[in-house]
């Protein structure tokens, strides 16, 4: 897939402390996807995240995933991204 744009979204690790905080993130997460576009993001599988990263992907968005090794374990990678790339730092 040629995305028609690329969208870096940066956001928490965690799910924030009120609903509207993912269902805003998985409204983000749909509007990539109905739009073509391709998601770069933090990485990581929980929190906020993780459910714009599922958002996307499940509504037929490329995700690319940018995650520090020291992070890795911690945030737990995103393994289903199309790409994941693990870097030394920020």
């Known amino acids: 897939m040629n995305p028609a744009f690329s969208l870096c ?4 690790s965690r799910p924030g402390t009120l609903p509207s905080y993912a269902q805003t993130a998985t409204q983000v997460g749909q ?7 391709q998601l770069v993001y933090g990485g990581g599988s929980q929190g906020l995240m993780g459910t714009v990263a599922r958002s996307a992907k499940s509504s037929g968005a490329r995700v690319v995933g940018v995650i520090p090794h020291a992070l890795a374990a911690k945030e737990t990678a995103n393994e289903s991204c199309d790409e994941l790339h693990m870097v030394d730092n920020m």
């Open 31 to 37: 509007w990539i996807g109905a739009h073509q576009g």
């Open 9 to 12: 979204v940066y956001c928490g």
